[in-house]
């Protein structure tokens, strides 16, 4: 099935025949390779040092792969690089590239990283997380991109609206704070889970019971703003709930240090209006 | 629509015809009171002090309701006080009950608390967040009963089994442990989302850009353990990008402590596996 957001207008041939080349099969590179296939565009090979992941997306997509980055095509019009950011500058610095676009896709890394590489270069970062156990719906999720030159980025616009709904023009600047932003409202969420579920197992709790309120706070925020959403002792003041709480963590030393330093930021930044 | 998770037995029309008053209408007493009519249980009264509020929930599920405490009727045999855990002393010295169980629905409240008042008492306890403005599946939230006597506190598991797929008999101490990680998983996981909206609308970024990642962050622990999922610069111990985002936050000193203590915890605590 083709699931393409952009309005058929007569340039949209020329999007949908671009040749692709996918540097990365692991989160990213596999769910981005499946979303690109999906809505008609040509991936036209797929390239990963690590062969069960080239392999696999290969497969699942019908489209060539290599594991050798010397056998990567040359003339392809546009590398998307899914690779570690670690891996970035070895991976950037190996490929030929003979006049296409070359973009990778971290949400912390400059577009920069590329420019001593690619004279045309740019960032098409997806903003979510991604796993390989996962199927994710691509349609809703933000695709950020930038490029060195407004024609390429407004390739990169259109390109986007291929496989989302939701695109943005970010520049390095943008992104590198949309990352921090991230940091917060995923990995350290997902670490006071961490610390909701070690609580709960010191006392032969099933953390099931607390995964459907994780959820519904999350599908809350989606049409309201955090800031009218914030319940509990610390917004309402209190204090006795506070104390028995931290009296209870004496033996989570590090909890009872976030509980406070949270609570203390709560009760002072917070206005209930 | 009757919808009821109690395989049939002979005893369940009994628990079907329990003549139950429900004490307050706010975020709790409206969902509940809304899932108890829906199951096709008997709620014969309601009670709010807020009039507006005790209306709105008695004409939605066709009940009569009062405002005055004196007014609520003696001879029902479960009453539930959904009223905030500040206004649990001052209600149950008011409430007038003949022999009837009375039991509260607040996580951070010790069942004693109903002790002084009435000779049956316990808890039955929604462990999810309410909001008025959402309407919310009631069937996958965990219910938490406990009562001061077996018989009751099986009748409670029963009748939590008949509007929930999810019940629990949980004491006092677990109830007030499941408390604690609830603040944790929610109101501080709240704050996180706050604090990701303050940074992005300082840049003049909107929310919407986070919003699919904080919902897939939440849905991904439906099925994993939080330290499975963990990723992000700390878990990875990606020094560089850590101290880049520490530099950007000097301008939010109170972010960048949130920033520096969550990224210690999980460098130290966290195995990858």
Redesign the interface.
Known sequence: MIVCFVPYDENICSYMTVKIVLIGAGNVGYHLGRRLKEAGLQVVQIFSRQEAHARRLAKEIQVPFVTDLAQVVTDAELYILAVN??AMNEVAAQLQVRNGLVVHTSG?TPSAILQPYFPRFGVLYP???F?LT?P?DFT???I?VCANNTADEDFLFKLGSIISQ?V?K?NDN?R??????????????????????D??QQ?N?S????????????????SH???E???????RG?AE?VE??LA??EKFS??Q???Q??TN??Q???IIS
């Open positions: 950011d670690g912390g903003l979510q997380t796993s996962r994710i809703p999720i933000p950020c939701n943005y970010i943008q590198a704070v949309l990352h921090v932003a991230a940091v917060f409202v995923n990995n350290f969420t997902n670490y006071l889970f961490q610390i909701g579920y609580i709960l006392e709790l953390f099931d019971l607390l995964r459907p309120l994780i959820l519904e706070t999350a599908a809350k925020i989606q703003a955090p800031a959403m914030q319940t509990g002792p610390a917004v209190d709930t028995r709480h209870y963590l590090e909890y240090n976030v509980y330093l949270l930021h709560i002072k930044n917070i």
